[in-house]
């Protein structure tokens, strides 16, 4: 059995034979570790003290758990895992895809993120990926299931809206737990913002802020406008006929939007853009 992990900023996400790995119940599992404890426990137990960014910091121990888990639930799941795809962003250099293979710790092979993403592409056609995750927003040219051209937009589109509400805290925050409450607030906070056009953002002190979707569009424009310059970029010398938009932030109606001004082409927004990597991945495996 082949077990495909795509590691992301915020979540990991497993699929075997076209479906995806549950862990604890859910279709992904958190990329948090605390005391050797993956996942949603770890968020619980650690209360803001858990390690995240473990896909900015690869420390090879966190990385390792974090995989040993997803191989654990798939085996559980499916039964004997003899196989392991891995997938990783465009760019990405040896020493930090070694990691990810080091800690598959079986028969690896590692695909780009964004070739998993375009597996349905036409060969000989030049297609645009977006995948917008929640450390980096990522542009890259596919084509023939190869990577012409690849950017990288660093951003922290939670921490804009913690800014934002920042001055309306009754006192400042000063501890690990009420940070994460916080955070935990903004991200909810963001994801209601996707669907509808005014959210409001629970402090930690039971007060409430409204944030509307002009807002926060307006607090992202920078980083909406340095996207959409490495788009221009990345496609200056290979003009696409397509455009995929994956990651969890592609649900951000403004993303599309901008996408399909800038490049000319309708926008092709995966309606389940978590598992979009893994299951493209899935796809080329299958296919090799």
Avoid: Y
Wanted: proline share 6%.
């Amino acid at each position: 059995m082949t077990l495909v992990i795509d590691f992301g900023t915020v979540n990991t996400v497993g699929m075997v034979d076209g479906r995806l790995v549950t862990v604890d119940g859910a279709p992904w599992l958190p990329s948090v570790v605390h005391s050797g404890v993956v996942g949603v426990d770890a968020v619980l137990l650690g209360r803001g003290q858990e390690l995240r960014d473990l896909k900015a910091s690869m420390e090879p121990s966190s990385v390792g758990a974090v995989f040993d888990r997803m191989v654990a639930a798939a085996r559980e799941q499916g039964g004997n895992v003899t196989d392991v795809v891995v997938t990783h962003p465009a760019g990405w250099p040896p020493e930090r895809i070694a990691v990810l293979t080091t800690a598959a710790g079986t028969s690896v092979r590692t695909i780009p993120e964004p070739v998993a993403v375009a597996c349905s592409a036409a060969p000989g056609v030049s297609v645009l990926v977006v995948d917008a995750g929640g450390g980096t927003w990522d542009a890259a040219v596919v084509r023939d299931r190869a990577v012409t051209a690849a950017e990288s937009v660093p951003v922290d589109v939670d921490q804009r809206i913690v800014d934002r509400v920042g001055p309306s805290l009754s006192e400042p925050v000063k501890d690990d737990a009420t940070r994460a409450e916080l955070k935990e607030a903004v991200r909810s906070g963001k994801e209601l913002l996707s669907r509808h056009d005014i959210a409001e953002i629970v402090l930690p002190d039971h007060r409430a802020v409204r944030l509307t979707r002009t807002e926060f569009e307006l607090l992202i424009a920078p980083d909406v406008t340095r996207l959409m310059a490495a788009v221009s970029r990345v496609t200056a010398d290979a003009p696409v006929a397509g455009v995929f938009l994956v990651g969890g932030a592609s649900r951000i109606p403004l993303l599309a939007l901008r996408l399909s001004a800038v490049t000319g082409h309708h926008v092709t927004a995966d309606p389940e853009p978590e598992a979009a990597v893994a299951r493209g991945a899935a796809f080329l495996a299958r296919c090799v």
